[in-house]
């Protein structure tokens, strides 16, 4: 059982005989029980339905009710006590059935002895304990594993909604550049390392240094012009107007119309974006 959890050890004494009942009470007053006492089996159930009793010794022969059909009664009522009969050595035979059937745990005979008695009634204490100690703890387990799959069709939840979003995004970014690819200028989106992250078709076209070349991946400063360079700077320098509103730029010995672009105004992306037509296609 858990160092935190203490059950209180209350034991229940049921016989019609006082005397017993006091001398029960004298060989058991050492073990620190809390002790209640009855003197028929009626009365016996009318405390167990008002108290929390782990271990019950009863006698046999008592009026109205005998001691077996007490904790018959008592085991449909209260499963999880501990019942034990005292009584004669005369009486075994009128036990025996109520022993296979489990309505009592153990059968003590009169006279008993002292060191005898308490051990078996610490042994039915300990039984009772764990007994309510496996019972707390099916319980957390079966609360830990509602908790469990609570928490995995929360997670599964989240991990649908996040694929249903990237597959959402996938779609978006092959759909973007798709576009790119078909639009009539020339596109190029330069990271803050100032290497070429993005372009299109028509960009490679202008710029690239090989056949089948592409820019993505290349430092600008390889593979675009000076004069592209220098209308760039304007721009992440000197903020000129020139280099940003699609004005003519001689670039490569052609006359172009140029946009300059600085990322991050409306999302977390940094770099630049340039925009190039040739004055030809207008």
């Keep these: ?40 089996g009626a009365e016996g159930l009318a405390l167990l339905a008002a108290h929390d009793i782990g271990v019950i010794i009863s006698d046999q022969r008592m009026p109205q009710m005998t001691g077996v059909d007490f904790l018959r009664k008592v085991k449909a009522l209260y499963p999880k006590t501990v019942r034990i009969v005292l009584s004669g ?8 059935s109520a022993i296979n059937e489990g309505a009592i745990y153990k059968f003590l005979t009169k006279p008993w002895d002292d060191e005898q008695l308490r051990g078996h009634i610490q042994e ?12 707390r703890l099916t319980e957390q387990i079966r609360l830990t594993n509602e908790e469990l799959y609570r ?10 909604e996040k694929t249903r979003e990237i597959v959402k995004g996938v779609t978006i970014l092959q759909v973007s550049q798709e576009i ?23 960009a490679d076209e202008l ?21 592209l360079l220098q209308v760039v700077q304007n721009k992440l320098l000197r903020g000129s107007p020139e280099s940003c509103n699609g004005a003519p730029q001689l670039i490569d010995g052609g006359l172009m119309h140029v946009w300059v672009s600085v990322m991050g105004v409306s999302s977390r992306s940094r770099g ?11």
């Design 180 to 202: 790119l690819e078909h639009l009539p200028v020339a596109i190029i989106g330069i990271d803050e390392q100032q290497m070429i992250a993005v372009s299109n078709r028509r």
């Design 207 to 227: 710029f690239r240094r090989h056949p089948g070349e592409s820019l993505p991946g290349l430092p600008v400063i390889e593979c675009l012009p000076e004069a």
């Design 272 to 282: 630049t974006i340039v925009v190039l037509s040739p004055v030809q296609a207008y």
């Design 151 to 160: 928490l995995n069709r929360s997670l599964e939840q989240q991990v649908t």
């Design 89 to 96: 050595y005369t009486e075994l035979d009128s036990v025996t």
């Design 124 to 135: 039915a204490f300990l039984r009772y304990e764990m007994e309510q100690e496996n019972r």
């Design 1 to 40: 059982m858990s160092d935190d959890i203490q059950l209180p050890r209350n034991l229940l004494l049921v016989d019609d005989e006082p005397n017993i009942v006091s001398a029960l009470k004298r060989t058991l007053r050492r073990d620190n029980y809390s002790i209640l006492t009855a003197c028929s």
